[in-house]
């Protein structure tokens, strides 16, 4: 009985999730789902992405936490369009739902964005399991969370089309085994792309830019032609 109930739920949320991406679509505004845990990074990708790209491209921000406004505060520095959605007041969800991202995107001036950010709630279970309305899921895993995460929470690896592996500044002085996380990644997901990135110095985001580049192109076609400038 359980179990179609949660299947009843799940279904109603991808039926809203097809109508938000559509509402994406037809103001060609690509939209990443950013998922993974509490402390991986999430944030503080978001805003480094932005620092970078946001002479070039319009970004916004939707934020998802079940308390609080203070990635919102933070990301607000930047300047740049942003929604905030608390699950708490709502049974305080670890996930966010298609119709909760559709009613804070309505909020913004959609048709004026090429990119949008869904900050999703922290955690690397419920988050996978809920259709956000995003064009592309993108799981962050930071280095010290170890290299076991995609065994274990094999469903965030497998919705998820990019791996940010975060925190490679930390490298050294947490000795993990990026070879045997890059291959338990492999083993959940082969199709996964994977970047490598310090959110904290910048490292490596010529890669992740250059895709987030090449995705907002297939939305919106003019962009296409424009390469990031490292
Ligand atoms: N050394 C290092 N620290 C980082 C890096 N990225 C983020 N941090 C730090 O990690 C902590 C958590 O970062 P956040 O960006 O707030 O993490 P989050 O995933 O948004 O966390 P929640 O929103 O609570 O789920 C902060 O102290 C960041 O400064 C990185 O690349 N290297
Ligand atoms: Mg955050």
């Not at 991406?21 to 805003?47: D, Y």
Request: charged share 25%; with cysteine.
């Amino acid at each position: 009985m359980e179990i179609n109930i949660l299947k009843k739920v799940l279904s109603a949320n991808d039926a809203v999730a097809e109508t938000t991406r559509e509402l994406f679509s037809e103001n060609k505004v690509f939209a990443v789902n950013l998922m993974g845990s509490p402390g991986s990074g999430k944030t503080t990708l978001i805003e480094k992405t932005i620092e970078i790209m946001k002479d070039k491209f319009s970004v916004g921000v939707i934020e998802g936490d079940i308390f609080s406004t203070l990635d919102a505060e933070r990301i607000s520095k930047l300047n740049i369009p942003i929604a905030q959605i608390n699950t708490g007041p709502f049974g305080g969800d670890c996930h966010l739902e298609a119709g909760w991202v559709k009613e804070a995107a309505l909020t913004l001036e959609l048709s004026k964005l090429d990119l949008i950010f869904i900050e999703n709630v922290g955690n690397l279970v419920c988050p996978a399991e809920f259709d956000t309305g995003a064009d592309k899921n993108v799981v962050v895993l930071s280095l010290p969370e170890g290299e076991d995460k995609p065994i274990k929470y094999p469903l965030m690896f497998r919705t998820s089309e990019v791996m940010l592996i975060n925190k490679l500044d930390l490298l050294k002085v947490l000795k993990v085994d990026i070879t045997h996380l890059l291959k338990n990644a492999e083993k959940v997901n082969p199709a996964l792309s994977i970047f490598q990135v310090s959110a904290a110095t910048g490292d490596g985001f010529d890669l992740w830019n250059e895709w987030l580049i090449k995705e907002m192109g297939k939305k919106r076609d003019k962009k296409s032609q424009i390469f990031f400038k490292t």
